[in-house]
């Protein structure tokens, strides 16, 4: 079965550490995956996506991720973090063969000022 | 932000009262899904629906029923409301399920549900 993991659960940093969220996913066929942010007391907005081409891609508000095939991971960076960057991060695939999409168990990232 | 409605946006009922969530989008969007989201669960698919009257079970799926009769409506019905369904709500939208460009989700602005 498809599977998403996060390794990372919880996540302090200060203002201007660099962070990188780590995700793998268990899937061999046609790959797209998915960074997601939910700000406190709001709703899951898009991050950033992957699907084809080049693995390193950029998303919003200075993050990126890169798709490393070979090590079946999607981890998300941000060099320099800031302290409005405190939020949850999730990461997701749509299934193949369904019409849903799993998503991991999110990491809580709090940025100290 | 797509256009993703959810109403009400805050509800508190009785166990045992039948609850009707609705999410309404004027995207035009084939599939839609309930998910709710509690502390250390993350997000949990309650139902989805790949098209008018089509609709599927998720993976939290008892308690609950949906319908959706028309493409920008997608309702969730607690069919006699438990504590155990206390919980934020969220609704989504993706257009397609190939893979590509425009395969993400979007989600509504979710409905707090409290359950006395």
């Known amino acids: 079965a498809q599977s998403v993991s996060q390794h990372n659960h919880h996540v302090i940093l200060s203002e201007a550490a660099s962070l990188e969220l780590g995700c793998n996913y268990s899937?061999?066929?046609?790959?797209?995956l998915f960074w997601y942010v939910q700000y406190p007391g709001q709703h899951l907005q898009l991050l950033l996506k992957?699907?084809?081409?080049?693995?390193l891609v950029k998303g919003i508000k200075g993050f990126e991720a890169e798709f490393i095939k070979s090590k079946f991971s999607f981890n998300l960076r941000k060099p320099s973090v800031q302290w409005s960057d405190t939020a949850e991060y999730f990461c997701?695939?749509?299934?193949?063969?369904?019409?849903?999409?799993?998503f991991g168990t999110g990491t809580r990232l709090k940025v100290l000022a | 932000d797509a256009g993703i409605t959810q109403s009400p946006r805050h509800k508190v009922t009785e166990t045992g009262t039948p609850v009707t969530l609705r999410c309404h989008q004027t995207?035009?969007?084939?599939?839609m899904y309930w998910y709710r989201q509690d502390p250390g669960h993350g997000l949990r698919l309650i139902h989805y629906?790949?098209?008018?009257?089509?609709?599927d079970k998720g993976e939290v799926s008892d308690g609950y029923s949906v319908s959706r009769s028309k493409t920008e409506d997608f309702l969730l019905t607690l069919e006699s409301a438990t504590s155990s369904q206390t919980s934020v709500y969220f609704c989504?939208?993706?257009?397609?399920?190939?893979?590509?460009?425009?395969?993400?989700?979007?989600f509504g602005p979710g409905t707090r549900l409290t359950v006395l």
């Open positions: 997701a695939v749509p299934t193949s063969g369904t019409y849903k999409y799993i």
């Open positions: 629906s790949y098209g008018v009257k089509d609709t």
């Open positions: 995207e035009n969007h084939r599939y």
């Open positions: 899937y061999g066929g046609t790959v797209n």
């Open positions: 989504a939208i993706s257009e397609s399920m190939a893979s590509g460009d425009n395969n993400e989700q979007f």
């Open positions: 992957y699907f084809s081409g080049d693995p």
